[in-house]
């Protein structure tokens, strides 16, 4: 399975997508986003970062350029595209997720490691996973989700804010999502978005506990 990371201008986090990637066995290339061809590949990663400086909107710009047209039709075709941070902001504007990334509800930007719970695992990222709470970190200034239907966004919610036991609680919730919503996915489960960064918890090296959550979620890609 070989997957495309999509580098739009702006984009900040590209490398440490295809490092964590590839120590998740899958194989994978940096695209520039002028350059993608849906043809040639399985799946689609949609890293963080600024695309096009984030001008009118978080995600916006990007969110209508050509590429992104050729990427809903590989979700048509049932094709995984998963948006972490600022590509989830991408898939959300673009309108092949649900809902909408809002100022974080203190209007700060935030950067710290959370805890989120598990609550679907139908997706491409999260089937047969074994772990229910996972750790990664999130960096964001609009990552508030919402959506007008809090039963939908329920239905559509793949990970949630916790404490460490898996509780969901509003005292954990750092930007003000509704339901503590940290991640949706479509109803079919192949087009996934998140806030926060499972590349940047990939490496021992880089995570305050030694512990690699990330990896158990971008292996997913490789099934």
């Known amino acids: 399975m070989k997957t495309a990371v999509i580098k739009f201008p702006g984009t900040t986090c590209e490398i440490d997508v295809l490092k964590a990637l590839k120590e998740a066995g899958v194989e994978s ?5 002028k350059d993608f061809d849906p043809d040639k590949f399985d799946a689609v990663v949609i890293p963080g970062g600024f695309s096009f400086g984030d001008y009118l909107r978080a995600g916006s710009i990007a969110a ?3 590429t992104m047209k050729k990427i809903k039709e590989m ?16 898939l959300v504007e673009s309108g092949l997720l649900k809902g909408a990334l809002l100022p974080n ?3 700060r930007f935030i950067s710290k490691w959370v805890y989120v719970k598990v609550v679907r695992f139908d997706t491409a990222i ?13 960096a964001h200034a609009e990552g508030r989700y919402y959506l007008d239907n809090p039963e939908e966004a329920e239905k559509l919610a793949v990970f949630k804010y916790s404490d460490e036991e898996g509780n969901v609680k509003e005292e954990v919730n750092p930007n003000g999502s509704i339901l503590n919503i940290a991640g949706i996915a479509n109803e079919e489960g192949n087009v996934i978005g998140l806030m926060p960064h499972p590349e940047r918890a990939s490496f021992k090296l880089t995570s305050p506990d030694s512990q690699t959550d990330g990896l158990l979620l971008l292996r997913g890609l490789r099934k």
């Open 126 to 138: 999260t089937k047969g996973l074994n772990k229910k709470v996972l750790r990664m970190p999130i």
């Open 29 to 33: 290339n940096i695209v520039g986003y």
């Open 105 to 107: 509800l203190k209007m």
């Open 64 to 66: 209508n350029t050509e």
């Open 75 to 90: 979700a048509n075709e049932g094709k995984i595209v998963l948006g972490i941070c600022n590509g989830f902001q991408i």
